[in-house]
């Protein structure tokens, strides 16, 4: 069982950066691939970035390229996800996911591949 936990969340303007972290509990956090997705009001949660174990070839989704950077520690069982340029539509909860390295190497883009979640921290974009 893997516990998240999300924080770094907050209130700011466009053009502004802001850092998220995902603490993890369990100590084989290294064994999970981990991915952040997002769910703005009314809309569906979509995938913004995901890493591999190793911290090798993250994936990102295409709304974020060249603004969002996410990577791991695993020795200290954390996850961040570096927001630059933020925009008024990056305005979301954002989630962070482990999703268990058995079958695949690389994160999914899929929300029922991800086994654990964490509880969301929210992220607002003034204009």
């Known amino acids: 069982q893997v516990q998240l936990v999300e924080s770094g969340g907050g209130l700011v303007q466009a053009g502004d950066s802001l850092r998220l972290s995902c603490a993890a509990s369990?100590?084989?956090?290294?064994?999970?691939?981990l991915s952040w997705f997002r769910q703005a009001p009314g809309k569906e949660r979509e995938f913004v970035a995901g890493?591999?174990?190793?911290?090798?070839?993250?994936l990102y989704g295409d709304s974020v390229k060249g603004r969002f950077t996410i990577a791991r520690d695993n020795a200290e069982n954390t996850m961040y996800l570096q927001m630059n340029s933020l925009k008024p539509e990056d305005t979301a909860v954002y989630y962070c996911?482990?999703?268990?390295?058995?079958?695949?190497?690389?994160?999914?883009?899929?929300?029922?591949?991800?086994?654990?979640w964490g509880q969301g921290t929210q992220v607002t974009v003034s204009s």
């Open positions: 996911a482990a999703q268990s390295a058995y079958y695949s190497s690389l994160p999914s883009l899929r929300l029922d591949d991800y086994g654990y």
């Open positions: 369990q100590r084989t956090f290294s064994r999970y691939l």
């Open positions: 890493i591999s174990r190793s911290g090798s070839s993250p």
